[in-house]
Antibody
Framework: QVQLVQSGTEVKKPGTSVKVSCKAS????????MHWVRQAPGQSLEWMGW????????RYSQKFQGRVTITRDTSASTVYMDLSRLRSEDTAVYYC??????????????WGQGTRVTVSS | NFVLTQPHSVSESPGKTVTISCTRS????????VQWYQQRPGSAPTIVIY?????PSGVPDRFSGSIDSSSNSASLTISGLKTEDEADYYC??????????FGGGTKLTVL
């Protein structure tokens, strides 16, 4: 069965960086694209970017361009999301989510359990 | 960029029917498919409707989706409400410039 297991809770100081991992299992890693979505406390879902598991191509939300880097390690079937220059507004739960792509549409069919990141001085 | 606007909250009694709307601010709602996700407290979202009105396997047929071009909106309808349906619901769509856009979410209370 498909599983996405994320790394644990992080507490960071403003101005530093955080790297969250997402280990995939139960499917062929290189055949799917993985996205990162975050959710601040009491807020909606916010898309951050994606990475193609096969060729490593990435695309980022304009909001996070320059601060976010998404990478993958195919040998470990793991995707990483690195967010730099952290500020208090980055306090959120960060999710990895796999895309099921078909025809002209897609949807998120599997999600990680979420990683809570707190940014506080 | 377009915005998907949802009501902040809705409430209804068990056994009744509720509809949650999702209005697209610019561009046609019919131009790109709409998905709906359910998120229970403390859990990750799960898909309940994709491609405007399709239910993934395992989702009860009490859940249905539709779009209305006249109001430029999508709707999620849940009939025969159960207490387990109490959750936050998010619509999601996209266009060529915005790969993923989520609505603001609607808190459904079943009382």
């Amino acid at each position: 069965q498909v599983q996405l297991v994320q790394s644990g809770t992080e507490v960071k100081k403003p101005g530093t960086s955080v790297k969250v991992s997402c280990k995939a299992s139960g499917y062929t890693f290189t055949r799917y694209t993985m996205h990162w979505v975050r959710q601040a406390p009491g807020q909606s879902l916010e898309w951050m970017g994606w990475i193609n598991g096969g060729n490593g191509m990435t695309r980022y939300s304009q909001k996070f361009q320059g601060r976010v880097t998404i990478t993958r390690d195919t040998s470990a079937s793991t995707v990483y999301m690195d967010l730099s220059r952290l500020r208090s507004e980055d306090t959120a739960v960060y999710y990895c989510a796999r895309i099921f792509l078909y025809g002209g549409n897609f949807y998120f069919d599997y999600w990680g359990q979420g990683t809570r990141v707190t940014v506080s001085s | 960029n377009f915005v998907l606007t949802q009501p902040h909250s809705v409430s209804e009694s068990p056994g009744k029917t509720v509809t949650i709307s999702c209005t697209r601010s610019s561009g046609s709602i019919a131009s790109n498919y709409v998905q709906w996700y359910q998120q229970r407290p403390g859990s990750a979202p799960t898909i309940v409707i994709y491609e405007d009105n399709q239910r993934p396997s395992g989702v009860p047929d009490r859940f249905s989706g539709s779009i209305d071009s006249s109001s430029n909106s999508a709707s999620l309808t849940i009939s025969g409400l159960k207490t387990e349906d109490e959750a936050d619901y998010y619509c999601q769509s996209y266009d060529s410039s915005n790969p993923v856009v989520f609505g603001g979410g609607t808190k459904l209370t079943v009382l």
